[in-house]
């Protein structure tokens, strides 16, 4: 247990009440979750400030008060420190009440739009491959070694992030990878925490819903790399058009990847087939079992990582050789007559046109294309005419039903869909996601290939605030067995 005083040591304080020298039992930022001699932090949300429930965490027995402004009645046994920042006091005081894990890890983050999820998980893949501990910290799932922890968030908050890590060093993990998403950057949950490197995918526009405008989005992105240090490395994708503003202001090391053009790690594709890619990368051939043009990306981001990281890059094509898909990335489900579904969380207009490019790279002219897609509810809604246009563009079918419609009506998101259209655009409408699956399967013919996008790994659909049991994959077998395919 640290005392106040220790915790504050590196955040800036602009009013103490009380004695710093009180022990703190834990750090909360939910009044609900406060328990005797914990530190309460008032941190302003986008729905509520916890500057409202400063009573009600003292009620419930905090010993420290974190805040932006001290409250105008204060308990005589509680320590009120007033601070500039309190999300961010919370992320500095959280690294400093585990003892700053990640300076026992080698910590390496990704962001961008799209592969984030693909490119952290093949990393901590790899590296285990090649015989190390290595943590995950991922859309999908909350990796301390080899146990697994469900995953809330795509990057968790201050605490159980730092919380994790800790438990990631103590059990002799070496390495941590993890998404980092813009959402957290602008709410500082990776502050104080000492990255090894960066990674930055790519950027298409999504989260305008939060960050507004898509210069905020690109800003919130590139604050990542801003916050890196001389010692860190910053691998940067060269053929997007934003790679190089992700790294202009940083200190770290620049490295650069590409398929396009001249960069420090350099990959081209020289056969792509159902099952995988031949890839040249570096002047080596080497055949991978993932798909795509944007898993050539992915996979050449893990490479250019694990060489700056200090593995050899024989011995790590070698092992990336063996990879595996990552969970609802392009992952396939077979029909007993030949029907192939592809299940992939794709849900932004980059990453579903990247996913049906890649279809049509391997399928046949007699093969066609049944294209199932939504938009989640609550989320970006610019996006909406954008995906419709793009599924009726290359699908033989589209067919249009619900993501995760949240609070939103799924018939007015369809209505949104539907408005990005031509006059006379071919497309089905069906809100109900099970039964569209169902539709799309009935109307498939051996052979085709029917692309089922939105929710990938996710194995529950969200209805207003209540997550109900659903999996994609599972209705695409569901739909072939009640259908003899």
Request: glycine content about 8%.
């Amino acid at each position: 247990m640290k005392t106040l005083k220790e915790l504050l040591r590196n955040t800036p304080v602009t009013a103490l009440h009380g004695d710093d020298s009180a022990a703190v039992a834990g750090l909360v930022y939910d009044s609900r979750a406060v328990g005797p001699g914990d530190c309460f932090f008032a941190v302003r949300g986008t729905q509520n400030d916890g500057h409202d429930f400063i009573p009600a965490a003292v009620a419930k027995g905090a010993a420290a008060v974190v805040c932006e402004r001290l409250p105008e009645q204060t308990a005589a046994d509680v320590v009120y420190v007033a601070v500039p920042d309190a999300a961010g006091a919370l992320a500095d005081m959280a690294a400093a009440f585990y003892d700053h894990p990640s300076r026992a890890l080698k910590l390496v983050g990704i962001t961008g739009t799209n592969g984030k999820t693909t490119t952290v998980t093949l990393l901590y893949d790899l590296v285990r491959a090649l015989g190390h501990k290595a943590g995950l910290i991922s859309t999908v799932v909350y990796k301390v070694g080899e146990r697994t922890v469900e995953a809330t968030h795509t990057t968790p908050d201050p605490v159980r992030l730092n919380a994790m890590m800790r438990e990631m060093a103590d059990e002799g993990c070496e390495y941590c990878f993890m998404e980092c998403s813009s959402h957290a950057i602008v709410q500082e949950r990776t502050r104080g925490l000492h990255f090894a490197g960066g990674i930055f995918s790519n950027i298409t526009h999504d989260h305008l819903d939060y960050h507004k405008t898509f210069a905020e989005y690109i800003r919130a992105k590139k604050l990542f790399f801003d916050s890196l240090s001389k010692e860190a490395f910053a691998l940067t994708n060269a053929d997007d058009k934003n790679g190089r503003v992700m790294v202009q202001n940083t200190a770290a090391a620049i490295h650069t990847y590409s398929l396009r053009s001249m960069a420090d790690f350099r990959c081209k594709i020289v056969e792509m087939h159902p099952d995988g890619m031949l890839l040249r990368i570096d002047g080596q051939e080497v055949w991978v079992g993932l798909v795509g043009r944007f898993n050539a990306y992915n996979l050449l981001a893990v490479y250019g990582a694990a060489v700056l990281l200090g593995f050899d890059r024989g011995e790590t094509l070698r092992t990336a050789s063996m990879l595996h898909p990552v969970s609802g990335r392009f992952e396939l489900v077979r029909s007993a007559n030949g029907v192939t579904a592809i299940v992939d969380y794709a849900h932004t207009p980059d990453a579903l046109e990247n996913v049906i490019r890649t279809i049509e790279e391997i399928r046949t002219p007699a093969q066609k294309l049944i294209v199932v897609c939504g938009c989640g509810g609550d989320r970006d809604r610019t996006k909406r005419p954008e995906m419709a246009q793009i599924a009726v563009r290359y699908a033989d079918t589209a067919v249009f039903t619900s993501d995760n419609p949240r609070h939103e009506s799924p018939e007015a998101i369809l209505d949104q869909m539907a408005a990005g259209l031509e006059p006379g655009a071919r497309f089905l409408r069906i809100a109900d996601r099970a039964e569209a699956i169902r539709t799309a399967v009935m109307l498939s013919q051996p052979g085709d290939i029917l692309l089922v996008a939105g929710k990938g790994h996710e194995t529950y659909q969200i209805v207003g605030d209540v997550k109900h049991p659903f999996d994609d994959r599972e209705e695409v077998r569901k739909a072939f067995d009640s259908f003899g395919k």
